[in-house]
């Protein structure tokens, strides 16, 4: 797999031109980079190929999602506990991601819930569970930029 930074000026522009709006047309992509129609599809094809491009997929409008409620929880564990509470994270449907992180935590959840009622249930859960020390959550206001998310790994 081929890292963001090692890819040309273009190649990057055409990324972020995709994660803007996938379906754009590859004539008005190429007229937006200065560069040829077949030379989008070239790239294009090239970063898929080699990874870059991982697929491609659908972004629900807001009115669809936003009536959630969404917060980032910052959790420390004790040492050797993360199998385990990843394994308890998987398991929670309002989660939408769990990243390992370096810095003040050891991970940060990303949550979703209907409610704020099920956002405290949940935060209760997280904090009870066993090798967790401490959790800082942060509820999501309002999205100021917001470029889709990415695919997930297994």
């Known amino acids: 797999m081929i890292r963001m930074d090692l890819l040309d000026d273009i190649d990057r522009q055409l990324i972020s031109l995709l994660q803007l709006n996938a379906r754009e047309s590859v004539a008005a992509m190429a007229r937006r980079l200065s560069i040829a129609r077949t030379t989008v599809?070239?790239?294009?094809?090239?970063?898929?190929?080699?990874?870059?491009?991982?697929?491609?997929?659908?972004k629900l409008g807001r009115d669809v999602l936003d009536p959630s409620l969404q917060a980032y929880v910052g959790i420390t564990l004790q040492p050797k506990a993360g199998r385990d509470v990843v394994r308890k994270f998987n398991q929670?449907?309002?989660?939408?991601?769990?990243?390992?992180?370096?810095?003040?935590?050891?991970?940060v959840a990303w949550l979703r819930v209907a409610t704020p009622e099920q956002l405290d249930r949940?935060?209760?859960?997280?904090?009870?569970?066993?090798?967790?020390?401490?959790?800082?959550?942060?509820?999501?206001?309002?999205?100021?930029?917001?470029?889709?998310?990415?695919?997930?790994?297994?």
């Open 41 to 58: 599809l070239a790239r294009i094809e090239r970063l898929e190929k080699n990874g870059v491009i991982a697929g491609y997929t659908l």
């Open 92 to 107: 929670m449907p309002e989660v939408q991601q769990l990243c390992a992180v370096s810095g003040e935590f050891d991970y």
């Open 122 to 154: 949940i935060l209760d859960e997280i904090g009870e569970m066993d090798g967790v020390i401490k959790t800082t959550t942060s509820v999501v206001l309002a999205r100021k930029i917001d470029r889709g998310e990415a695919p997930r790994s297994s």
